[in-house]
């Protein structure tokens, strides 16, 4: 059952009633139910029923009070919250156990106090080799080769190259299946399917055979590269006098081989 609160016009209502009416009447016209609160001794903010607020505007209307209108009488009335329930009191074993951990505590903090812990050592204090060992660490799992060193913006060219390769074999074979099947949007979907799947397959086939042939030309011409041999020759020497003339010391034939790739150096004259 939802309650409303008392208002100071059902307060007066109720005292104008008692005045009159015998007691009696006054008991039999607001007469609670069980589940009712009761009317005795009410005040403003207590609780009171809805059926309670029209019994006695009821009982005031046939008294001749007439201003006590049902508008009145519940002008400014809320629902109201009953208070909440108050908090036991604890037992006594309740009592005596809190004592007992509030005086173990104070012990231990007063022998943590007395007695106090040893500082936390370090890793360096620990092991006191540990630099030596993280060093030994690295010495031993460094690279085998030189090469190998440094590498990571070549893999990562690398994987970056590959990346945009696949990328570029998707756009490609997507392209195509696109506009194949906006092409063929007359025909059947089973014919658009196969043409679709057909003219895709198809270019990937394209893609990988030219892009395979790129990877044997590159390899080629890297074999290509490392049959030639580069020789260092000196073609001319020059020497420089106190005077103004530059004199020719030595001088050598150029000799062309075929299978030689020469790198001449000039001095020439510099003014």
Same mark, same amino acid.
């Given at each position: 059952?939802?309650?409303?609160?008392?208002?100071?016009?059902?307060?007066?209502?109720?005292?104008?009633?008692?005045?009159a009416? %015998?007691?009696?009447?006054?008991?039999?016209? +607001?007469?609670? !139910?069980? /589940?009712e %609160?009761?009317?005795? #001794?009410? =005040?403003? *903010?207590?609780?009171?029923?809805?059926?309670?607020?029209?019994?006695?505007?009821?009982?005031? @209307?046939?008294?001749?009070?007439?201003?006590?209108?049902?508008?009145k009488?519940?002008k400014?009335?809320?629902?109201?919250?009953?208070?909440?329930?108050?908090k %036991?009191?604890?037992?006594?074993?309740? @009592?005596?156990?809190?004592? $007992?951990?509030?005086r173990?505590?104070?012990? $231990?903090?007063?022998?943590?106090?007395a007695?106090?812990l040893?500082?936390?050592? =370090? &890793?360096?204090?620990? &092991?006191p080799?540990?630099?030596?060992?993280? !060093?030994? &660490?690295?010495?031993?799992?460094?690279?085998?080769?030189?090469?190998?060193? *440094?590498d990571?913006?070549?893999? &990562?060219? /690398?994987v970056?190259?590959?990346?945009?390769?696949i990328?570029?074999? +998707?756009?490609?074979i +997507?392209?195509?299946?696109?506009?194949?099947?906006?092409?063929?949007?007359?025909?059947? =979907?089973?014919?658009?399917?196969?043409?679709?799947?057909?003219?895709?397959?198809?270019?990937?086939?394209?893609?990988?055979?030219?892009?395979? *042939?790129?990877v044997?030309?590159?390899?080629?011409?890297k074999?290509?590269?490392?049959?030639?041999?580069?020789?260092?020759?000196?073609? !001319?020497?020059w020497?420089?006098? =106190? #005077?103004?003339?530059?004199?020719?010391?030595?001088?050598? %034939?150029r000799?062309?081989?075929?299978? +030689? $790739?020469?790198?001449?150096?000039?001095?020439? $004259?510099? !003014?």
């Amino acid at each position: 059952m939802v309650l409303l609160t008392v208002t100071p016009a059902i307060v007066e209502g109720l005292q104008t009633l008692k005045g009159a009416v %015998p007691p009696e009447t006054w008991k039999q016209r +607001l007469q609670s !139910q069980q /589940d009712e %609160p009761s009317l005795e #001794g009410a =005040t403003v *903010g207590g609780p009171v029923s809805h059926s309670q607020v029209v019994d006695l505007w009821r009982a005031l @209307k046939d008294t001749a009070h007439g201003e006590y209108t049902l508008e009145k009488l519940l002008k400014g009335s809320k629902i109201y919250v009953p208070p909440p329930t108050p908090k %036991p009191e604890p037992s006594d074993e309740y @009592k005596a156990l809190m004592a $007992r951990l509030r005086r173990e505590q104070e012990q $231990r903090e007063y022998e943590r106090m007395a007695n106090p812990l040893p500082p936390m050592e =370090t &890793f360096s204090q620990r &092991f006191p080799n540990g630099s030596s060992m993280a !060093q030994t &660490f690295a010495a031993v799992n460094r690279p085998s080769r030189e090469e190998d060193i *440094g590498d990571d913006d070549i893999t &990562f060219n /690398d994987v970056h190259r590959q990346l945009m390769l696949i990328l570029n074999f +998707l756009a490609s074979i +997507l392209g195509v299946a696109a506009t194949l099947w906006i092409l063929a949007r007359w025909w059947s =979907t089973p014919a658009r399917l196969f043409l679709t799947m057909g003219g895709s397959i198809l270019v990937g086939i394209a893609e990988v055979a030219v892009y395979s *042939g790129y990877v044997w030309h590159l390899g080629q011409a890297k074999k290509q590269d490392r049959t030639l041999r580069e020789v260092k020759e000196i073609v !001319q020497t020059w020497t420089v006098g =106190t #005077g103004d003339e530059n004199i020719a010391v030595d001088e050598k %034939p150029r000799a062309e081989d075929k299978g +030689l $790739r020469s790198r001449h150096k000039d001095l020439s $004259r510099r !003014q």
